[in-house]
């Protein structure tokens, strides 16, 4: 059976024209869902009965699970047990301009980076697209709040899982569904080239984040074994092509390593890189944990001011969650 969550607006209103209804319920059952957040389709007061039984019979409303929360400063991390008994991760984040939410798309992730917690369990499966609307919801309904940003940056290669998390963000951005404005997603990929090129062409009018972490391919392919398969000269291309297409900049996501990636030379070679492309760097510092042996960089502020004297536009990500593993590069999708 089918989740409603899963369903688009334009699929709901095919769905009443093909039972004989009138397609505006569409416009009703998604006010319920998505404004009042009621999720028991008896309830829905304003349909007729025997349209309610037809919707339960041909529609699941189940949800995930809040298994449990760790919360540190500005910042609370959700344990989700899927129905199949998966665990995801979702980290919701105060910010001056409100509440943003890192949600999960897969269940453990393929592509393998070095530095990063998610990459040691394999996939297992991609997320649904109601898995991943439900984080938002029941996340709103727990804490009583509007979350005003999403960003699919948590468990997960996005790309990877590339229909679930278009139709994802199509019903994320509906008027009619949560009604988030485009410039308030963010979709991060590391690079699947193919599916940056596809991106390209459906105008979603969302941010766009690369996660590059290296500037040549010498260090990529150290730390990010997708450059074995996408080398950095075949992304910029890639990324030159979206930002024609779209005039979108993006972000260029850049964790600090010690060691690694962090040299002055580096800063120069990636601001080579970037030059004339609509693009700022996000620099992010690295979030040890007890199971990598890469380091935090101390050279952070240096390299930034690098980069800004070379004409790029770049800022240090705030740090959260760092002291309840809930910050970037250490979510995991089990129970520990």
């Not at 997320?127 to 468990?155: C, K, S």
Request: hydrophobic fraction near 35%.
């Amino acid at each position: 059976m089918r989740n409603l969550f899963d369903v688009k607006f334009n699929d709901l209103e095919d769905y009443f024209t093909s039972i004989g209804e009138k397609k505006f319920k569409a416009s009703q059952v998604f006010e319920w869902l998505y404004k009042h957040h009621e999720y028991n389709i008896d309830n829905f007061s304003n349909l007729k009965k025997e349209i309610r039984e037809k919707l339960k019979n041909d529609f699941s409303t189940s949800m995930i699970k809040i298994k449990k929360y760790e919360e540190g400063k500005d910042v609370r991390k959700y344990l989700f047990l899927l129905e199949d008994g998966n665990y995801i991760e979702a980290v919701l984040m105060h910010h001056d301009y409100g509440y943003s939410l890192c949600v999960s798309s897969q269940v453990g992730c393929n592509m393998g980076c070095r530095f990063c917690e998610s990459g040691r369990l394999k996939k297992v499966r991609n997320l649904d697209v109601h898995e991943m609307v439900e984080q938002i919801l029941i996340i709103e309904d727990d804490m009583h709040l509007r979350i005003d940003r999403v960003v699919i940056m948590g468990i997960g290669e996005p790309f990877d899982n590339y229909d679930n998390i278009v139709d994802f963000i199509k019903i994320i951005n509906d008027a009619k569904g949560i009604g988030l404005g485009s410039r308030h997603i963010t979709v991060s990929t590391c690079g699947l080239v193919p599916k940056i090129l596809e991106f390209a062409d459906l105008s979603l009018q969302v941010n766009l984040a690369l996660s590059l972490h290296a500037p040549n391919d010498e260090i990529r392919n150290q730390i990010m074994p997708i450059n074995k398969v996408y080398n950095i000269s075949k992304v910029m291309e890639a990324l030159r092509v979206y930002l024609s297409k779209t005039n979108r900049r993006v972000t260029i996501e850049y964790v600090m390593i010690k060691g690694i990636n962090d040299s002055i030379e580096c800063a120069r070679e990636l601001s080579n890189l970037l030059k004339g492309m609509n693009v700022y760097v996000n620099l992010i510092p690295y979030n040890e944990t007890n199971n990598l042996q890469f380091k935090k960089s101390d050279r952070i502020n240096e390299f930034k001011d690098t980069l800004l004297k070379l004409g790029i536009n770049t800022t240090v990500r705030r740090e959260f969650g760092g002291s309840i593993s809930g910050a970037c590069g250490q979510l995991r999708s089990k129970e520990v």
